[in-house]
């Protein structure tokens, strides 16, 4: 029990009537903006949309029951899955030398933090059109290859852009998270391996890579979720010819309003979430 | 040791990586300055049009205009409300802590279309879509959890005996607040309000869903402006947008290190 002035000086006034105080106004805009909504969304995917557009009375399981007969609603989320999956894979390939660079650097390494980290603040919006400056056709990239006297591939509009764009965005999140891992590498250990004669693959295999584990998952388990959720780059760079859950919920709200349906599909991410909570808690098990 | 090739490879590598990360960012720049009707490299020729353009261009000026305005609002709410919190979570113990803290910061752990969808079908109920109070209080969902763990570690790792010492001696609880607390969690208040502020001011998907049609927010806008057009400025927005968050970034860093603010 933490004895502070305020405490002391509030249990004299009677109890913990300043401390409720201190705390209604987040929990009131708690349960406005994301308990009472969420939950009400919840209860949303349990109704079902008339042919006008406007729901009908009573919970019914029929928008369920149809999207769970749709195969055009399977393969989008299979889709959805995957591409999450190649993408965290990916990031994680990418950002892990850079990660172990970074927390190895004995100079600059404040400003190397800043540069990895601060794509973070700027929107997503700017980091995916810089993309589309770079990937487009006649743009950058092509541009570049052409004057190699390469023939540039379709960069954008396919789940080729989007996996690259996906991947800039994410790399921020995943070296946070190896970073935060990397903290229990002690470089002794190594030097110690490597006077016993063991190779820097060996040190790599044996010693780095067991120990980096936990900031790895954490790093998966982030951009997996945050790839399964992301509207705006697969919509930009995607140029509405991949089909995720996260820009049909969109399309379902904004377009066909379709609420029922979008509330739905929200749950159903709700869903992979929980899941790849799940496997995340029994790796981590499995490590330890 | 590692043999000198292997060594170059993995120094070249390390620099390619950091030219992907970085690549979107600073390539808005040079096209931003590009003659051009169209976006195309390499420019034909350079010139500062698309920013004139981007002066005359009334809805991004209007929009960021309201985007400024929105971010104020939002980061002085998210600030009176955090506050009071923070204080609370870190200077009491109580049953039920751990919850709350985490129903707290729950909100970052959803996806924000989940979250932009799920306020959207509250708020239409009230006429608060497409209006000023309506995106100010939904962007509260995404920057209370930012402040409010900014706020908790500035005020955790501040002793907390210097403010019962200040209490022994028969100051009030406000007193102690005004003189003690305040002034010592400055670089914490400073950080979170940063944030709040960028946060808000980048928020694209929420603002999306709330903003609707008539009331216009610039990422909004943007996001809009790229679905239908293909000259330079949004290059030349991004750019200016880049340098301002730059900004951002050296008062967070500053402040509290920059990988403690923004961390999941």
Redesign the interface.
């Known amino acids: 029990m933490t004895v502070s002035a305020l405490e002391a000086n509030d249990a004299k006034s009677g109890g913990g009537s300043l401390l409720s105080t201190l705390l209604l106004p987040i929990v009131l805009v708690n349960i406005l903006v994301f308990v009472a909504p969420v939950a009400n969304l919840a209860a949303m995917s349990f109704r079902s949309a008339a042919a006008t557009g406007a729901m009908n009375e009573g919970f019914d399981l029929s928008t369920w029951s149809s999207l769970i007969s749709d195969a055009y609603y399977w393969s989008m989320l299979w889709r959805t899955v995957w591409i999450g999956a190649l993408i965290t894979l990916v990031t994680l390939v990418l950002s892990y030398p850079l990660a172990l660079f970074v927390s190895r650097a004995t100079r600059a390494k404040a400003l190397l933090i800043v540069l990895c980290i601060s794509p973070l603040l700027i929107s997503a919006v700017v980091r995916t059109y810089g993309w589309m400056v770079i990937l487009g056709d006649q743009r950058f990239l092509p541009a570049v290859l052409r004057s190699f006297n390469l023939t540039p591939p379709r960069l954008i509009n396919n789940q080729l852009g989007v996996i690259i764009g996906m991947t800039e965005i994410l790399m921020p999140y995943m070296i946070l998270s190896l970073l935060s891992g990397f903290g229990k590498l002690d470089a002794t250990l190594e030097q110690a391996a490597e006077t016993l004669g063991a190779g820097p693959f060996t040190v790599f295999r044996r010693i780095v890579l067991p120990l980096s584990m936990p900031g790895i998952l954490l790093g998966c388990l982030l951009c997996f979720v945050l790839a399964v959720s992301s509207f705006i780059t697969p919509k930009m760079l995607g140029g509405g010819r991949v089909a995720l859950l996260a820009t049909e919920i969109y399309d379902q709200a904004i377009v066909t309003l379709n609420w029922p349906v979008a509330a739905c599909l929200s749950v159903l991410i709700l869903i992979v979430f929980g899941t790849a909570l799940l496997f995340y808690g029994q790796l981590s098990k499995i490590v330890e | 040791?590692?043999p000198k090739i292997?060594r170059g490879v993995?120094a070249l590598?390390?620099i390619l990586?950091?030219m992907?990360?970085?690549?979107?960012?600073i390539?808005?720049f040079p096209?931003s300055f590009s003659a051009d009707a169209y976006?195309?490299?390499?420019p034909s020729a350079w010139s500062a049009r698309w920013y004139v353009a981007l002066l005359h261009n009334e809805e991004m000026v209007t929009a960021f205009r309201n985007s400024l305005l929105i971010a104020a609002c939002v980061t002085v709410i998210t600030l009176?409300?955090?506050m009071?919190?923070a204080?609370?979570?870190t200077?009491?113990?109580?049953r039920g802590q751990d919850a709350?803290i985490s129903?707290?910061t729950?909100?970052l752990?959803?996806?924000?279309?989940?979250?932009g969808?799920?306020?959207?079908?509250?708020f239409a109920g009230y006429g608060l879509v497409s209006s000023w109070p309506g995106v100010v209080?939904?962007h509260?969902?995404i920057t209370?959890p930012y402040a409010?763990r900014v706020l908790m570690t500035g005020l955790g790792t501040m002793p907390?005996f210097v403010?019962?010492?200040?209490?022994?001696l028969g100051?009030?609880?406000w007193q102690?607040?005004r003189q003690i607390t305040l002034p010592l969690m400055t670089p914490a208040l400073v950080a979170s309000a940063a944030l709040a502020f960028?946060v808000s001011?980048?928020e694209?998907?929420i603002s999306?869903?709330i903003a609707g049609t008539q009331l216009k927010l610039l990422?909004v806008s943007?996001?809009h402006y790229?679905e239908s057009w293909t000259d330079p400025l949004?290059?030349a927005?991004?750019a200016l947008?880049?340098l301002g968050?730059?900004g951002?970034?050296l008062i967070v860093?500053r402040a509290i290190g920059?990988?403690k603010a923004?961390?999941?």
């Open positions: 040791m590692l292997a993995h590598s390390i990586i950091l992907f990360l970085l690549a979107p960012v390539l808005v096209i976006v195309a490299w390499p009176v409300v955090a009071p919190a204080v609370a979570l200077r009491w113990s109580f709350l129903l707290f729950a909100p752990l959803l996806p924000s279309i989940v979250l969808l799920a306020i959207l079908v509250i209080i939904a509260l969902v209370l409010l907390s403010e019962d010492a200040a209490g022994t100051a009030a609880p102690v607040f960028i001011f980048d694209v998907v999306l869903f990422p943007l996001y790229v949004v290059a927005v991004s947008l880049v968050t730059l951002i970034v860093e920059l990988g923004v961390s999941k």
